[in-house]
C-alpha cells in the first residue's frame, strides 16, 4: 500500500511539474522594435561633406517595453547610423546602417559594431529583418545560435535576414542580454556593413530546465494520513496510516 502511495504520490508531482513548466515557458507576443520608425524622429547629429544629414546610435540607446537596444561603434570602420535626410531626396533611409571591422589589407572577418539587447525578462528569439544592400557584411552573436534567412529584393544576395535563438548544443539556454558583433564578410570591401530595418524580440517570464534536488521530509511518529495520502487528525476514523502501517480507527 505504502509503495502505491508514493506511486501517486509521484505520478501527481511530475503532472504538477509539469504544468508550472508549460506555464512559466509560455513565449510572450513579440516585440517590434522598429529602427526607422525611432529614429526618424531624432534631431540631427551631423552633416557629411554632402550634406546628408545622420543620427549617430550609439548616443541613442532604445529602451521600448521593457527591452533596450545599444549600439557601439567599437572597432568598426565606421559608427553605426542612421541617415536621417538624403540630401538628393530629402528623405530618411529605411535602415540603420552598422559596420564591420576596420579593414586591413583583404582580411575577412573583422569584428566592428555591436548591437546589444536587454530584456527584463528571458529573450528566447529575435528575428532583425534586413534591407536591401549591396555591400553585406556578416553577424555573430556571443551566446546562442544565428541562422540567416531571406533575400534581396533584387534577389542578388541571399541569407541577409538573421534570426537568434536561445539554444546552444542543442539546449536552451537562459539569457537576458544578446550581443551582435558586425564582422566583415569573406568578400571584404572598404565599406563592409549590413542594413537593418527593424527586430522583433520574443521572451518568457523563465526557462527552468527540470526540477532537481527533490527532497521530502522524514515522516513524523504519530502522525497519520487516510489512503489519498492527506493528513488526517487522531479522530479520523477509517483506514489509516501511521509510522508506515497501515490500521482502522474505529
Not at 515557458?25 to 526607422?36: H, L, P, Q, S
Not at 567599437?74 to 542612421?82: D, E, L, Q
Not at 558583433?181 to 568578400?187: G, P, S
Amino acid at each position: 500500500m505504502i509503495k502505491n502511495l508514493r506511486s501517486i504520490f509521484m505520478v501527481a508531482l511530475m503532472a504538477v511539474s509539469g504544468s508550472l513548466f508549460a506555464q512559466n515557458t509560455t513565449e510572450t507576443k513579440g516585440e517590434e522594435i522598429n529602427f526607422v520608425t525611432i529614429y526618424s524622429s531624432f534631431v540631427k547629429d551631423a552633416t557629411d561633406k554632402n550634406n546628408n544629414e545622420f543620427v549617430y546610435l550609439e548616443k541613442h540607446a532604445i529602451d521600448q517595453n521593457g527591452i533596450s537596444v545599444v549600439f557601439d561603434k567599437a572597432k568598426g570602420s565606421g559608427a553605426p547610423t542612421f541617415k536621417i535626410k538624403d540630401a538628393k531626396t530629402g528623405k530618411a533611409d529605411n535602415f540603420v546602417k552598422l559596420f564591420g571591422g576596420a579593414l586591413s589589407g583583404d582580411k575577412a572577418g573583422t569584428d566592428g559594431n555591436t548591437m546589444t539587447f536587454k530584456a527584463d525578462k528571458y529573450i528566447t528569439k529575435i528575428s532583425i529583418a534586413a534591407s536591401n544592400a549591396s555591400q553585406y557584411g556578416t553577424i555573430k552573436a556571443n551566446c546562442g545560435t544565428v541562422t540567416m534567412s531571406g533575400a534581396t529584393e533584387d534577389g542578388k544576395r541571399g541569407n541577409i535576414d538573421p534570426t537568434w535563438t536561445n539554444v546552444e548544443n542543442g539546449k536552451a539556454i537562459d539569457v537576458k542580454e544578446v550581443v551582435f558583433t558586425i564582422c566583415r564578410a569573406a568578400e571584404a570591401t572598404k565599406y563592409e556593413h549590413v542594413r537593418y530595418a527593424k527586430a522583433t524580440v520574443f521572451t518568457s517570464e523563465a526557462l527552468p530546465t527540470g526540477i532537481t534536488n527533490i527532497t521530502a521530509d522524514k515522516a513524523q511518529n504519530g502522525v497519520r494520513y487516510n489512503l489519498a495520502g492527506q493528513r488526517v487528525s487522531k479522530d479520523f476514523k477509517g483506514v489509516v496510516i501511521e509510522n508506515g502501517k497501515k490500521m482502522i480507527v474505529k
